[in-house]
């Protein structure tokens, strides 16, 4: 098992730019969930899907989309890129959406909008 | 809201100390509490998680108890080593499984 995997690992954009964040899991899990990591703030949830072909905005959804076609992907889109979004994003599964499910980290991806 | 409060870091020890990192929450039903690990240049990973008041949950030498009449779930390790040198989440799950995460503790081990 290749776990949750994401690419790409780094990425430099200028701002109003588009792009398309990767993240794919192989455990067959239903849930699926993007976080961004900011220095002194943790970790927030940006969009999370309970299954295929649903998903919902999360604590910081503003100026990203995501969609959910197949159980496995759950990419993350940035319309037109702010400095703001300079962040360290992670993608999340797990097996199910009971609360007390243990979720499986990507290794991450890195961007700064310049 | 939910919310995580983690005492402010970053934290320094000398190897084979004692280990205590303080989480309190704010959360309006009844919460599962976890503690994620974040190892230079990684994802984060479980270190180890409480689903009901009164759990203990351990993993790698560390211990956390879920005290609903405190809010708390302390993190705790009788004897730290240099490889436990990481970013330490606090976190909880009321709804779905999202997570609240706490601002992270950055922890140092000298040898």
């Known amino acids: 098992n290749a776990g949750v995997t994401q690419t790409p690992k780094f990425q430099v954009l200028k701002t109003g730019q588009s792009m398309t964040l990767q993240c794919a899991q192989d455990?067959?899990?239903?849930?699926m969930s993007w976080y961004r990591q900011d220095p002194g703030m943790g970790l927030r949830l940006i969009h999370y899907?309970?299954?295929?072909?649903?998903?919902d905005q999360g604590e910081v959804p503003n100026g990203y989309n995501v969609s959910r076609s197949t159980t496995e992907d759950f990419p993350l889109r940035l319309l037109s890129a702010a400095p703001s979004q300079t962040s360290v994003y992670f993608c999340?599964?797990?097996?199910?959406?009971?609360?007390?499910?243990?979720?499986?980290f990507g290794p991450g991806t890195r961007l700064l909008v310049l | 809201g939910d919310s995580v409060t983690q005492m402010e870091g970053p934290v320094t020890l000398s190897e084979e100390a004692f280990l205590t990192i303080n989480c309190t929450y704010t959360a309006t039903g009844y919460p599962s509490l976890f503690w994620y690990v974040q190892y230079p240049g990684e994802g984060l990973q479980l270190l180890l998680k409480a689903t009901k008041a009164d759990d203990k949950g351990s993993n790698k030498g560390f211990e956390a108890t879920y005290r609903k009449e405190t809010t708390s779930f302390h993190l705790e390790k009788g004897s730290v080593q240099v490889s436990d040198s990481a970013v330490y989440f606090c976190a909880l799950s009321v709804a779905n499984s999202k997570l609240t995460f706490g601002k992270g503790i950055t922890l140092s081990v000298r040898p």
């Open positions: 999340a599964s797990s097996q199910t959406a009971v609360p007390g499910e243990t979720q499986y």
């Open positions: 899907s309970v299954g295929a072909g649903i998903t």
């Open positions: 455990m067959n899990h239903e849930y």
